[in-house]
Nanobody, 113 residues
Framework: QVQLQESGPGLVKPSQTLSLTCTVSGGSITNYGTYWTWIRQPPGKGLEWIGY???????LYSPSLKSRTSISRDTSKNQFTLQLSSVTPEDTAVYYCGGERNWGQGTQVTVSS
């Protein structure tokens, strides 16, 4: 069974870039047909899809976040990374990575000066 673990700073200052890494075990991010996703849940709100990176390395982002989002991968480490630029307090949320019908436990990111 695939397991995923998010990591990264819990506090980011406004206008900076949020960077989170998802480490995958029990499966390869290059396995044919797999998608590796980032979502988030702001406090008191529902889940929001951010984007994904496909096994081939192609990416797709939410239109509302596309201009600030980049998802990349390190196949040697079996990791994929989310970068969200120019963050504001509205980007405060629990961020989750997922793939192969499994999700990480989530990591809280707070945007504050």
């Amino acid at each position: 069974q695939v397991q995923l673990q998010e990591s990264g700073p819990g506090l980011v200052k406004p206008s900076q870039t949020l960077s989170l890494t998802c480490t995958v075990s029990g499966g390869s991010i290059t396995n044919y047909g797999t998608y590796w996703t980032w979502i988030r849940q702001p406090p008191g709100k529902g889940l929001e899809w951010i984007g994904y990176i496909v096994y081939s390395g192609s990416t797709l982002y939410s239109p509302s976040l596309k201009s600030r989002t980049s998802i990349s991968r390190d196949t040697s480490k079996n990791q994929f990374t989310l970068q969200l630029s120019s963050v504001t307090p509205e980007d405060t949320a629990v961020y989750y990575c997922g793939g192969e019908r499994n999700w990480g436990q989530g990591t809280q990111v707070t945007v504050s000066s």
